[in-house]
């Protein structure tokens, strides 16, 4: 299996677009995370899904801040408009059920200017 | 409130020289634990994990973890030390309050140096 797929790896933006990440879970997987990891706060989490339908959001920042999961395979993490307090690396993991590890993507390092 | 402690920031030890890293959490009741390892520029790998049974749990790359509950720790060894070890790990816990396993807080990493 190709693991979780993050696109881009990397992404820069000017302040007050609008940014979207990208995760392709495992196959299979039917829980989703979306983390940031950041210098000061560390590896946070924003928000799951379980079977496409998000539990728990408590983690996103705020209203700029919003994610999707249109189908198993796929969902999007969005910013808009984007500040330059989102610069940070996000994260997006899976895992096959709720009671099971967590395998992470390899990252986006957004950086917003 | 919950919380994942790993009191080391920064650890250097020679190559060949054993390891411990620590790790300790803060709930009321056993939680999912996990060991991650990051290298620069990669996503975390999963290195091992405590759901149940056995407190010490053996992992990828000759790593080994036991929990201790009256210790509330979850600590990370390994006899000897490869340069290839060098990376920053990571503890987490799971299931705070939600029984959901996968649903991590992480403590806030301790990065390994290996001198030659």
């Known amino acids: 299996d190709a693991g979780v797929i993050q696109s881009p790896r990397h992404e820069v933006t000017e302040m007050g677009q609008e940014v979207t990440l990208r995760c392709k879970p495992i196959?299979?997987?039917?829980?989703l995370f979306w983390y940031r990891q950041t210098m000061m706060r560390g590896l946070e989490l924003l928000i799951y899904f379980n079977n496409n339908v998000p539990i728990d959001d408590s983690g996103m920042p705020e209203d700029r801040f919003s994610a999707k999961m249109p189908n198993a395979s796929f969902s999007t993490l969005k910013i808009q408009p984007s500040e330059p307090r989102d610069s940070a690396v996000y994260f997006c993991?899976?895992?096959?059920?709720?009671?099971?590890?967590?395998?992470f993507g390899q990252g986006t390092r957004l950086t917003v200017v | 409130a919950q919380s994942v402690t790993q009191p080391d920031i920064h650890i250097t030890v020679s190559e060949g020289a054993s390891l411990e890293l620590r790790c300790n959490y803060s709930y009321g009741a056993t939680p999912y634990l996990f060991w991650y390892v990051q290298s620069p520029g990669q996503g975390l790998q999963l290195l091992l994990k405590?759901?149940?049974?056995?407190?010490l749990v053996q992992g990828i790359k000759g790593f080994e973890a036991e929990f201790k509950r009256s210790q509330s720790s979850f600590n990370l060894r390994k006899p000897s030390v490869h340069w290839s070890d060098a990376a920053e790990y990571f503890c987490a816990v799971g299931g705070l309050n939600t029984g959901t396993a996968s649903k991590l807080t992480f403590g806030t990493g301790t990065r390994l140096q290996v001198m030659l």
């Open positions: 993991a899976s895992s096959l059920g709720e009671n099971t590890e967590a395998f």
């Open positions: 196959s299979g997987h039917n829980s």
């Open positions: 405590y759901f149940s049974g056995d407190t």
